[in-house]
């Protein structure tokens, strides 16, 4: 690849040869993704819903990516239930003001699809957890299968009701809309469609056991373009596309390609990044340096390692505290001089394992503090509340070292904005008291199963399951000479900086274009019925005679 993840123009998928292929020919884009970018909350006095952009949301800042022309609509669903009664006038005002379509899923439809299937069956799955027990995942349930499919197709319908099949651009997000590309692709045999997978996708030693992994995989198939962080997710997809559908690919020149019924379906492979603008706004707040100089106070004379994560079973919380355990056991002269501050999001789902998951990490830093700690002195610091931007900014600014321990993650942003505030700025530099031409450093210790690691060489990898390896990992982290620190950051911070988000998004777009120009070069029919619906694809130069109608017949 000249470009990793880049379709060539060499191969003739350009409308012009030599020329860079714009965002702005095409001016409507639509955006699918199960939750829209907006915060909704009802006036306790009026009883209106109240609406505002969620400027945190990937899908807000995927718009730095696109021209200055383009309009972008959303569909997807919001967090907050609303009244039947309520939903037309709701949905006039998102149009309006928001270019938003919601999609009103009932609540039984959404209880089955969202909090069961996707997230109790599927999600554990994409994470290489098999529910071998009850308590494990849940086991394949038909009915919950058809409640995604229902899902799907609502979402599906939202989409065309604002669609302009000719020129807009579809771009859906992740694997609760997976079969969503069927329905559109039968509606529209042209349509311009890209999916990207935002979690890892299992080998095929894994999906394999999903007993809809057919109908998932042509679903994805009737995208134009495919979109995954890291190769391995990519080589997972094409093994059980070669597996289990009999399906070859070609890598050449720049881009990986299947075919499929005479469609190429190109496979693009690129770690989503951080939007730099809004964390260094967060970072040139004066309540972020406040909390830099409180912080530095109160962790004076120690090394701070930091770790965020959500409360989950796959983030490695507990095998993480057990390394700490293991680096103030091996090293005594650390008593008193070393801090883990663990940051711990609210958990995106509840269950058994959740609150399993919660016990285990506090009984662990119980444990350890009661041990290694004083009256004045707490080895871990469990911080298990909310966390303004502003604090958690102060925290990575603060600390020397950053640990991202997840046992199976599918992007994990943590060590990005890690990178970007330990680069500091003027007023954080004044807050931690160096001076502002002082080379910035920066040590990350990340689990080699997380997409981020590959992007990032200076890091130290590490096994989450090798609890030594990790706390070998925390010590040589803080004792490396400060030199390399200073050339880790460097190259991390490049990386971090022309890799961000604008970046990912005009990548992904310019190669979702190039891709739709060479279907458009073919004749095509829609084929099929159900979730098994395709498109056959055929060069202008093929001819019709007896093995054409020989093909349309054996694929009838």
């Not at 089955?112 to 554990?124: G, I, N, V």
């Not at 707490?378 to 990575?396: F, G, N, Q, T």
């Not at 450093?441 to 989450?464: D, H």
Request: proline share 4%; charged share 25%; aromatic share 12%.
């Amino acid at each position: 690849m000249t470009v990793p993840g880049i379709i060539s123009d060499a191969d003739g998928y350009a409308s012009n040869e030599g020329s860079e292929v714009s965002s702005s020919s095409h001016e409507r884009k639509i955006l699918v993704s199960n939750r829209l970018p907006v915060q909704s909350c009802r006036d306790p006095e009026t009883g209106k819903w109240n609406f505002s952009w969620d400027e945190d949301s990937l899908y807000i800042q995927v718009k730095d990516g696109f021209s200055a022309e383009t309009e972008v609509f959303y569909v997807g669903s919001l967090k907050d239930e609303v009244d039947a009664s309520e939903q037309e006038e709701v949905s006039q005002i998102l149009l309006d003001e928001f270019n938003c379509v919601p999609t009103f899923l009932p609540r039984d439809i959404h209880e089955k699809f969202y909090k069961r299937f996707c997230k109790q069956h599927l999600w554990p799955l994409f994470h290489d957890m098999l529910p071998m027990c009850p308590e494990h995942g849940d086991r394949f349930d038909r009915g919950l299968w058809q409640a995604y499919v229902s899902a799907n197709k609502l979402f599906a319908d939202k989409v065309m009701e604002v669609i302009n099949p000719e020129d807009d651009q579809v771009w859906v997000h992740d694997y609760h809309l997976m079969i969503l590309p069927t329905f559109l692709r039968k509606r529209y045999n042209r349509v311009k469609l890209g999916f990207f997978l935002h979690s890892p996708f299992p080998s095929s030693e894994i999906y394999r056991t999903l007993p809809v992994r057919d109908d998932i995989l042509k679903g994805l198939l009737n995208c134009d373009l495919i979109g995954f962080h890291t190769f391995d997710y990519a080589r997972h997809f094409l093994s059980c596309c070669s597996r289990m559908l009999g399906l070859n690919y070609e890598s050449k020149r720049g881009y990986i390609g299947l075919d499929y019924f005479g469609r190429i379906v190109y496979i693009k492979i690129l770690p989503v990044g951080i939007h730099m603008g809004r964390l260094e706004s967060v970072l040139s707040l004066p309540s972020t340096a406040s909390k830099v100089k409180e912080i530095q106070k109160q962790f004076q004379g120690k090394h701070v390692i930091v770790s965020v994560d959500d409360m989950d079973i796959f983030k490695g919380i507990s095998l993480k505290l057990l390394a700490f355990e293991n680096l103030l056991r091996q090293h005594q002269e650390l008593h008193g001089k070393i801090v883990l501050v663990q940051i711990v999001n609210p958990a995106r789902s509840s269950g058994k394992d959740v609150l399993e998951t919660k016990n285990e990490t506090y009984l662990t830093a119980r444990r350890i503090n009661d041990v290694y700690g004083s009256s004045n002195y707490e080895p871990v610091v469990l911080i298990d509340r909310p966390v303004a931007r502003d604090e958690k900014s102060a925290y990575y600014a603060v600390a020397e070292c950053c640990v991202v321990n997840c046992v199976r993650d599918g992007m994990n942003l943590v060590p990005y904005k890690y990178i970007v505030c330990r680069q500091g700025l003027a007023g954080i530099n004044e807050a931690l008291g160096v001076p502002s031409d002082s080379p910035c450093t920066s040590m990350l210790v990340v689990s080699e199963f997380i997409g981020c690691s590959p992007s990032l060489s200076g890091a130290i990898r590490i096994n989450p399951w090798d609890t030594e390896a990790v706390a070998d990992a925390m010590y040589q982290a803080i004792t490396v000479p400060e030199s390399e620190k200073q050339l880790r950051h460097e190259k991390h911070y490049r990386y971090v900086k022309t890799h961000d988000v604008a970046y990912w998004a005009r990548s992904f777009i310019q190669d979702l274009e190039r891709a739709c120009q060479h279907h458009y070069s073919k004749r095509c029919w829609g084929i099929g019925l159900g979730l098994g619906f395709r498109v056959v694809s055929l060069s202008p130069s093929f001819r019709n005679n007896y093995y054409y109608h020989k093909m349309i017949n054996e694929f009838v």
